[in-house]
């Protein structure tokens, strides 16, 4: 017998552990890695809140979390794509060089 | 303490120091590889929480896809960034806005009223594929979502390819 | 009687029975059993790896017109042995400026993964790991932790031989997953189960029959994914020396080696589980064991393809394995996979033969219309190809087997 609570817990702990490496990091690839962990703190949010509320009557959490695997399949395919497309063309991946739209 | 806490517990902790690695090691791969044993404790989360076919989607998709691809385009790009420069150097900035803001959620989450009044049961049984399927394709369940998702993919696909394809000419 | 039927589930309900009868919880009898038992498995599959490489190198050699192993023993069986032995006495070396953990790490990593495979194969109708309700899906999310050993041994050596495998083995590796995850899912339609279990007793008519294409589509990116000549170009050795693996040595290396063969064998017994009918055949339900033997026929029959195929072709280049991958085997695999779930709908299960018949008749059409697709495709290609050079004349050597003797004048 777990309580809600503890699971809510954890993934508040990894998505600030996330928000940090996504503001910290200075590589592209890194700052994608942090969006994942994010993402995956999000899932367990909405697992246990459906496992804890809704499993019987409904499985809304369950298609949202599979929605956000999609979301975070595509998210990673072009997220890498555009590192390595912008890696081609300006040899570098850190984030504060990418600066080309910059007035 | 019953055995699943315990479980709930150690895969907590694992998970926790996983992460914090994560955002703290200086070698890139060892950063990538720290986000792999994310993703195996967030399995064994879903586990726990009986999702046992998000379990296999987690592994599937976060381990054999996402994490490969990464790993991947960190072996394309080895020399970009020096090791020892990494993180930006206001990094101390950062950590207080990440604690402030995990502060603020915890306070949240405790003054919420029904919030630990709510357990349950977790059995350790298997999950209904099939209704998640028929939930999946039913008009009246979640087609639209579904098929959103499904174009986003293909979104992502064309966008992808075309992002991926070396446009010969165009450049400088 | 019964111990001859069924002897695995004789011996487990009997070491049941006598730890509970030491008044042992029974939860920890049922922990101390699956220990046990995946104790048991991870070594017999381990032990049978040592017949297995023997094998595989003697029908190799009579392939390729050589002996193969002969000296060790009769036959040359205790060859591998022998083998063992000299692996098991070399010096573990890690190289300079290698990632010492994770170089560490890759092959336990390979091994694992290839042991895991087991836990949801069916042995025979009673004896299986488990029949878990996702079992197809843990088939891949297993692969690709093996894939995950592959790269970080390529990664971790500091060599450039090493790296350059890595590359190859992510890029076929991944391009060749998914053909593979597209073609499981047709046998899981036909049984309307994704548990292995489920999946091999349903199979009263063997699935290779109800689905031909996507069994051979299945087979080849079964051996892409082992990495086996003619896709073995992660270890090409005229190329890149012995790809990922090349820093390895003793032990290590041995896990190595190890995982191919076992991978192999395994790769074929899940082609037999899914499409063959695994432990299906006449008097499997009554003798369980039986269904073993049948199950083991039926790997050794695609195993020894394998092992043909292996040490017969040559191997491809890089750009033609991922077209082959991306251009033929996923939209075959695609339009298999509509095309089963168009007759799936149309005649349900439960029609006996005229299900059976359309389904072929289907597969039959997709297959003639690929292969159509292909030669029109070849054809407009090779008009384009550049004419670069006249052909040369090939050197052929002349083997005359009959010497002339001089003639003697008398």
């Not at chain 1, 994608?32 to 019987?56: C, D, P, V």
């Not at chain 2, 060892?30 to 404790?41: E, K, N, Q």
């Not at chain 3, 029975?17 to 995946?38: C, N």
């Not at chain 3, 932790?145 to 390529?154: D, F, N, P, V």
Request: glycine share 8%; with cysteine; aromatic share 10%.
């Amino acid at each position: 017998m777990i309580p809600l609570y503890w699971f809510l817990v954890l993934s508040a702990i990894l998505f600030c552990i996330g928000l940090y490496a996504v503001i910290t990091r200075r590589n592209t690839i890194a700052i994608l890695m942090g969006i994942e962990l994010m993402l995956n703190a999000a899932n367990i949010n909405l697992i246990a809140f459906w496992r804890y509320l809704y499993a019987g009557s409904n499985l809304d959490g369950v298609i949202f979390a599979l929605i956000v695997f999609a979301a975070a399949a595509a998210e990673v395919a072009v997220g890498l794509g555009l590192i390595l497309s912008a890696y081609r063309s300006k040899e570098t991946i850190v984030a504060n060089d990418l600066d080309t739209l910059k007035g | 303490m019953t055995t699943m806490q315990l479980i709930f517990l150690i895969t907590a902790a694992v998970t926790i120091f996983a992460g914090v690695m994560m955002v703290s090691v200086r070698k890139l791969l060892h950063a990538a590889l720290w986000l792999i044993l994310v993703f195996f404790g967030v399995a064994v989360i879903f586990g726990l929480l009986e999702a046992s076919f998000l379990v296999i989607i987690q592994i599937v998709l976060y381990i054999g896809a996402i994490a490969i691809l990464i790993v991947f385009a960190i072996m394309l790009t080895q020399n970009a960034i020096d090791d020892t420069y990494q993180t930006s150097r206001r990094w101390l900035v950062t950590a207080v806005v990440a604690v402030i803001a995990l502060a603020g959620i915890l306070l949240a989450l405790f003054t919420w009223p029904q919030g630990q009044a709510l357990t349950s049961t977790l059995a350790g049984g298997q999950q209904d594929i099939a209704a998640i399927g028929l939930a999946l394709l039913d008009p009246e369940g979640y087609l639209i979502p579904f098929e959103i998702a499904s174009i986003l993919l293909l979104a992502a696909l064309i966008g992808g390819i075309y992002v991926g394809i070396e446009h010969k000419g165009e450049e400088k | 009687m019964i111990f001859i039927a069924d002897p695995i589930t004789f011996i487990t309900t009997w070491l049941n029975s006598v730890l509970t009868g030491w008044g042992i919880p029974a939860i920890w009898v049922q922990f101390i059993m699956f220990i046990l038992g995946a104790g048991l498995l991870a070594l017999g599959a381990m032990i049978f790896t040592i017949g297995l490489i023997w094998l595989e190198r003697k029908l190799g050699g009579r392939v390729q017109d050589r002996l193969g192993p002969n000296r060790v023993g009769p036959w040359g069986i205790f060859q591998t042995i022998a083998d063992m032995l000299k692996i098991f006495t070399k010096e573990l070396i890690t190289p300079v400026g290698a990632d010492k953990f994770l170089y560490n790490l890759a092959p336990l990593l390979a091994m694992a993964a290839v042991l895991g495979l087991w836990a949801v194969i069916p042995l025979s109708p009673t004896v299986f790991g488990t029949n878990i309700n996702v079992g197809v899906l843990y088939l891949i999310g297993i692969g690709s932790i093996g894939e995950l050993g592959i790269i970080m041994a390529g990664l971790s050596s500091n060599n450039k031989y090493a790296l350059l495998g890595g590359f190859r083995a992510v890029a076929s590796l991944l391009s060749y997953e998914v053909p593979m995850a597209i073609t499981l899912l047709i046998p899981v339609m036909l049984a309307g189960s994704m548990g292995l279990n489920d999946i091999a007793s349903a199979q009263k008519v063997a699935f290779i029959f109800q689905a031909p294409v996507a069994a051979l589509v299945f087979f080849i990116a079964a051996i892409a994914e082992n990495g086996r000549a003619p896709f073995d170009l992660m270890e090409a050795d005229s190329e890149i020396v012995a790809g990922f693996n090349i820093e390895y040595s003793g032990l290590k290396f041995g896990m190595y080696y190890v995982a191919d063969f076992l991978h192999a064998f395994t790769s074929a017994m899940i082609f037999a589980t899914l499409f063959l009918g695994g432990w299906n055949g006449p008097g499997a339900e009554q003798y369980p064991a039986l269904g073993f033997l049948y199950l083991l026929i039926k790997t050794a029959l695609v195993y020894l393809l394998t092992v043909t195929i292996r040490f017969t072709v040559p191997r491809l280049r890089i750009d033609q394995m991922m077209a082959f991958a991306w251009k033929y085997l996923t939209p075959l695999a695609l339009a298999s996979l509509l095309v089963t779930a168009v007759v799936d709908k149309a005649a349900p299960a439960g029609q006996g033969l005229l299900r059976v018949a359309l389904l072929i008749g289907a597969n039959i059409v997709l297959f003639l219309i690929a292969d159509r697709l292909v030669t029109l495709y070849r054809k407009q290609h090779e008009k384009a190809r550049k004419v670069v050079s006249d052909d040369r004349p090939v050197p052929v050597a002349i083997r005359s087997t009959v010497v002339e003797e001089p003639e003697v004048n008398s």
